[in-house]
């Protein structure tokens, strides 16, 4: 679905994880156990995929919040200053928040260790109650980090059928499962991407998904596997990304950057996306947007919080 273009860009809504990120390197050899070592670069900030995403779609000045939930605890307070806007639905827990420690590997690789703490509770009947008297019709819905949050993925197919049929215009980016695919795990991702207008993807999760690591048959499979119509992205880091639709595929490459940080740049992609889909942007201005915006966050460390015009290249700090 492509809205037309009007005055007033169409509301966004980020349903998914919110978490604290300690990032930290670069970590080129493990340390010996027992000892301790020093790192050049660390940031700690507030993370997880969807709260990184309604992050700098505030920065870029969208008509968009957050649905999600934190700890009851330092982090978590962080987390509730930090998106206490109009339309964003962000509940406290008791207990911790759940915490990512980002590993920075050169030249622009991350490993991601995961504490899952409150992420455990955010099921599907959490996300329906949180959205309790929200009007979805037309909205653009980014359902994103279902595999971080155990509670959620059983029920996920249901919460997508559940926003489509109140009129939203559904985008996912599942993330990693913890480890590495299963069977089970390739069957939800699909059925997942069957109720998806926009599948936002790395190039890692698709050759998962697809099967083959094939460029051509990758993008046959995932978009056999979505409904006609739907839009199929795929993050290719710095090579840039691929879009494809109705049987039209269009690549947009990146500038050359030496981040020092690439954690969050598939999230900030899909913030310029949407940002750029929900002011009625065609494919190509949409995609070219979203790389822009990801080549201005990575070339930040530590990361802002101030406004980010998309119209000018980003420039490395």
Request: net charge negative.
């Given at each position: 679905?492509?809205?037309?273009?009007?005055?007033?860009?169409?509301?966004?809504?980020?349903?998914?994880?919110?978490?604290?990120?300690?990032?930290?390197?670069?970590?080129?050899?493990?340390?010996?156990?027992?000892?301790?070592?020093?790192?050049?670069?660390?940031?700690?900030?507030?993370?997880?995929?969807?709260?990184?995403?309604?992050?700098?779609?505030?920065?870029?000045?969208?008509?968009?919040?957050?649905?999600?939930?934190?700890?009851?605890?330092?982090?978590?307070?962080?987390?509730?200053?930090?998106?206490?806007?109009?339309?964003?639905?962000?509940?406290?827990?008791?207990?911790?928040?759940?915490?990512?420690?980002?590993?920075?590997?050169?030249p622009s690789e991350r490993?991601?260790?995961?504490?899952?703490?409150?992420?455990?509770?955010?099921?599907?009947?959490?996300?329906?109650?949180?959205?309790?008297?929200?009007?979805?019709?037309?909205?653009?819905?980014?359902?994103?980090?279902?595999?971080?949050?155990?509670?959620?993925?059983?029920?996920?197919?249901?919460?997508?059928?559940?926003?489509?049929?109140?009129?939203?215009?559904?985008?996912?980016?599942?993330?990693?499962?913890?480890?590495?695919?299963?069977?089970?795990?390739?069957?939800?991702?699909?059925?997942?991407?069957?109720?998806?207008?926009?599948?936002?993807?790395?190039?890692?999760?698709?050759?998962?998904?697809?099967?083959?690591?094939?460029?051509?048959?990758?993008?046959?499979?995932?978009?056999?596997?979505?409904?006609?119509?739907?839009?199929?992205?795929?993050?290719?880091?710095?090579?840039?990304?691929?879009?494809?639709?109705?049987?039209?595929?269009?690549?947009?490459?990146?500038?050359?950057?030496?981040?020092?940080?690439?954690?969050?740049?598939?999230?900030?992609?899909n913030a310029g996306y949407?940002?750029?889909?929900?002011?009625?942007?065609?494919?190509?201005?949409?995609?070219?947007?979203?790389?822009?915006?990801?080549?201005?966050?990575?070339?930040?460390?530590?990361?802002?919080?101030?406004?980010?015009?998309?119209?000018?290249?980003?420039?490395?700090?």
């Open positions: 679905m492509m809205a037309p273009a009007t005055e007033s860009p169409r509301a966004i809504l980020v349903l998914g994880n919110a978490n604290l990120d300690v990032i930290v390197g670069h970590v080129d050899n493990w340390p010996e156990r027992g000892t301790e070592s020093f790192f050049p670069h660390g940031d700690l900030r507030i993370g997880g995929s969807a709260a990184n995403t309604a992050r700098v779609l505030q920065r870029l000045g969208a008509r968009s919040g957050l649905v999600s939930a934190h700890g009851g605890d330092f982090a978590g307070a962080a987390i509730g200053q930090a998106f206490a806007g109009v339309r964003d639905r962000v509940a406290s827990l008791d207990g911790p928040t759940g915490f990512t420690v980002g590993l920075l590997h050169r490993t991601f260790l995961s504490s899952v703490g409150h992420l455990d509770r955010l099921d599907a009947a959490f996300f329906r109650r949180a959205l309790d008297g929200v009007a979805l019709e037309g909205a653009l819905v980014l359902l994103s980090g279902g595999f971080a949050m155990p509670a959620l993925i059983e029920g996920h197919r249901a919460l997508q059928d559940f926003l489509r049929d109140r009129g939203a215009e559904l985008a996912i980016d599942p993330g990693w499962p913890n480890g590495n695919w299963t069977d089970t795990e390739l069957r939800q991702a699909r059925a997942w991407l069957a109720a998806s207008d926009h599948a936002l993807l790395n190039d890692k999760e698709a050759a998962a998904i697809a099967g083959t690591v094939d460029l051509e048959a990758m993008i046959g499979a995932l978009a056999d596997a979505l409904p006609y119509g739907a839009t199929l992205i795929i993050k290719r880091g710095p090579k840039g990304a691929i879009a494809h639709r109705a049987g039209r595929t269009i690549e947009v490459t990146a500038e050359a950057l030496d981040p020092v940080d690439t954690v969050g740049a598939g999230d900030a992609f949407l940002d750029a889909l929900a002011k009625g942007m065609s494919l190509r201005p949409c995609l070219e947007r979203a790389v822009t915006v990801a080549g201005h966050i990575v070339s930040e460390f530590p990361r802002a919080a101030s406004p980010i015009d998309p119209a000018r290249q980003s420039e490395p700090a």
